[in-house]
């Protein structure tokens, strides 16, 4: 597709389950982000790559996050023992310049 | 601190009319860049504008335009024309600094604008 793919779009977890969340960016996009979005607030960064290099993972909240690139285009973001707070919408965006495009996110409900 | 504030939670505007939705800024960076993002129900982000911190105009977009005011960091949008299908939250963003694509953007908390027939 042209646009950016994530999947699942709904996803609903027991507390104490992992989950993982997939993006599949745009093709030939070097950069991708994920973020996470609360209910009724901003997106707020977890991590950022470059190809399959990690270079910023500060807003990762806890060492349960955790996303990978293995090849330099789909990602996975993983949550290991789900929590109730990790409840959110997951954005996915890949750019090649100042813009960024986004995926319509994974809407995460943990139990 | 806030890097971005939006301070109107909720804004509503009658159809054809012109709405501004107000966002400020703080960095002591030179170069950066400003972004507006529409987020309908659906859930996805569409992209609107883009302000470099250099550019000496403002940005204009068909019906969406930046009312850039440096000195004052803020970067307010305005809808004209309003249409039923521009109800949706509104997210100010801010890059910094430019030149590097690695920079994440910083969110506001948006404003959800109501169109009313």
């Known amino acids: 597709g042209a646009g950016v793919s994530q999947s699942p779009r709904y996803k609903v977890a027991k507390r104490g389950q992992d989950v993982a969340l997939r993006c599949d960016p745009i093709?030939?996009?070097?950069?991708l982000f994920w973020y996470q979005q609360a209910l009724g607030q901003g997106p707020e960064f977890l991590t950022y790559f470059q190809n399959e290099a990690q270079l910023d993972k500060s807003g990762l909240p806890s060492d349960r996050f955790f996303a990978e690139r293995p090849e330099g285009s789909v990602s996975t973001l993983k949550i290991q023992r789900t929590q109730q707070e990790d409840s959110a919408v997951y954005l996915c965006?890949?750019?090649?310049?100042?813009?960024?495009?986004f995926g319509s996110g994974t809407q995460l409900s943990v139990l | 601190a806030q890097k971005i504030t939006q301070t109107q939670p909720g804004m509503f505007v009658q159809e054809k009319e012109a709405v501004t939705l107000d966002c400020t800024y703080d960095?002591?960076?030179?170069?950066?860049?400003l972004f507006w993002y529409k987020q309908p129900s659906s859930g996805e982000m569409i992209f609107l504008i883009y302000?470099?911190?250099?550019?000496?105009q403002n940005a204009t977009e068909g019906r969406y335009s930046l009312n850039f005011q440096k000195a004052r960091k803020s970067a307010n949008l305005v809808i004209s024309a309003s249409q039923l299908g521009d109800s949706a939250m509104y997210f100010c963003a801010m890059r910094e600094p430019l030149g590097i694509g690695n920079t994440p953007l910083v969110f506001g908390k948006g404003t959800r604008l109501s169109v009313i027939a």
């Open positions: 960095t002591s960076d030179q170069s950066y860049g």
């Open positions: 965006a890949s750019s090649t310049s100042e813009e960024l495009f």
């Open positions: 302000q470099g911190s250099y550019d000496e």
């Open positions: 093709s030939g996009h070097v950069s």
